[in-house]
C-alpha cells in the first residue's frame, strides 16, 4: 500500500515505510541493518494483529459451505429442527429424514455438513428467544445419538485401510464438544482415522501417546475462561511434537476471539466450521506428504496440496 503523490517529503533512499500507514519509519537498511526494539514490535504488532486475523478469515471463509444460505434447505431445516425437539420421532426417523429429505443430488458428507448447520440454527434461536433450553438440550443430545450412529458406520466401512489419523482435543473444562464430534464424523465419513480426547481427560498418558500419533491435531475452544487451559494444552502439544510434524488447527467460539493470541502461541490455523477445518487439515497433510515424497521441490508440493476433494 502506498501514499498519494505528494503526500510528504521524500525519504531517504533505503528507508522502508511498515505496511497499514504506521507512522514509524523501518531502520535505514544502509544502517546497522537490523530493526531497533520499538521498530520491531510495531512490525510483530502488525503481523500478529491486522495480517493474521485477516488471514484467518479468508482461509475460513473461503471453504465454508453455509448451508442456512443455500435455499435448497431452507425447508429442511426448518422440518429438521421441529423433529429433534420431538420426543415422539424416533431415532431411525431422524436418520431416514437425512436420507429421503434433503437435497438428492449433493455428495454424502453433505448430511454431516447438514447437521453442523442444525445446530448453528438452533443456538442462534436459543440465543434470540426463539426456543427455550430445554429445546436445545432435547436436540444436542439427538444430534450427538445421530453422530454416534452414523460414525459407526463410516468406520465400519473403512475398517483395515492406512489413511492419516487426526487428534481432536479441547482444553481441561471444556464442556461443548458437539461441534469437535461433528468434525469426528466428517473425517470418518472422507476415511481418516481419529480419535477425540474431551476435557475430561486432556491430559495425562492418553493424551501424550494421542499426541505422538498423529498428523494433524484440532482444538475445540468454546470458554473464553478456560484460556490458561487452552495454553497448557498448546504447550504439551509443541513439547511433545517439537519439529512441528503435526500441525496445530483451532476452531471454536473463544478461538475466533482470540485470534492474535492463537498467532502468538503458534497456532497454525483458525477455522469456523467442520468443512473449513477438515478442508485445511487435508491440505496440511497433503502437503506434508508431497514435501517427503519430492524433497526439495516446494512448488510441486504446494500445487498438490491444493487439490480440492471437498467441492463435487
Request: net charge negative.
Amino acid at each position: 500500500m502506498t501514499g498519494e503523490p505528494g503526500a510528504g517529503p521524500p525519504e531517504s533512499p533505503g528507508t522502508h515505510r511498515p505496511p497499514g500507514g504506521s507512522k514509524g519509519l523501518l531502520a535505514p537498511t544502509a544502517a546497522a541493518g537490523y530493526l531497533g526494539s520499538g521498530d520491531r514490535n510495531e512490525l510483530r504488532r502488525i503481523i500478529q494483529g491486522t495480517v493474521a486475523s485477516m488471514t484467518a478469515e479468508k482461509l475460513a471463509t473461503r471453504y465454508d459451505v453455509g448451508l442456512e444460505h443455500d435455499r435448497d434447505y431452507d425447508g429442511a431445516l426448518a422440518t429438521f429442527c421441529d423433529l429433534l425437539v420431538d420426543p415422539k420421532v424416533s431415532l431411525p426417523a431422524l436418520r431416514d429424514f437425512l436420507r429421503t429429505g434433503l437435497p438428492q443430488e449433493r455428495p454424502d458428507f453433505y448430511r454431516i455438513l447438514f447437521l453442523e448447520t442444525t445446530a448453528r440454527v438452533l443456538g442462534r434461536k436459543w440465543v434470540e428467544d426463539d426456543c427455550d433450553f430445554l429445546d436445545v438440550t432435547i436436540a444436542t443430545a439427538r444430534l450427538q445419538e445421530i453422530i454416534r450412529a452414523m460414525s459407526a458406520e463410516f468406520r465400519d466401512i473403512q475398517l483395515g485401510r492406512t489413511m492419516p489419523h487426526v487428534l481432536l482435543v479441547c482444553p481441561a473444562g471444556e464442556q461443548h464438544t458437539l461441534m469437535l464430534h461433528l468434525l469426528g464424523l466428517l473425517f470418518d465419513a472422507l476415511g481418516w482415522t481419529r480419535q477425540i480426547i474431551d476435557g475430561r481427560a486432556a491430559s495425562g498418558a492418553q493424551l501424550e501417546s494421542a499426541i505422538e500419533q498423529a498428523d494433524v491435531i484440532c482444538i475445540g475452544w468454546s470458554n473464553v475462561r478456560l484460556r490458561g487451559a487452552f495454553t497448557d494444552l498448546v504447550r504439551t502439544i509443541q513439547r511433545l511434537r517439537p519439529d512441528k510434524q503435526a500441525p496445530i488447527v483451532a476452531g471454536g467460539v473463544a478461538a475466533l476471539d482470540c485470534i492474535d493470541f492463537l498467532v502468538s502461541l503458534g497456532i497454525d490455523c483458525v477455522c469456523d466450521s467442520v468443512y473449513s477445518a477438515s478442508r485445511i487439515c487435508e491440505c496440511f497433510y497433503e502437503f506434508k506428504k508431497a514435501s517427503q515424497q519430492a524433497p526439495g521441490h516446494g512448488r510441486a508440493a504446494v500445487e498438490t496440496a491444493g487439490n480440492d476433494w471437498l467441492v463435487p
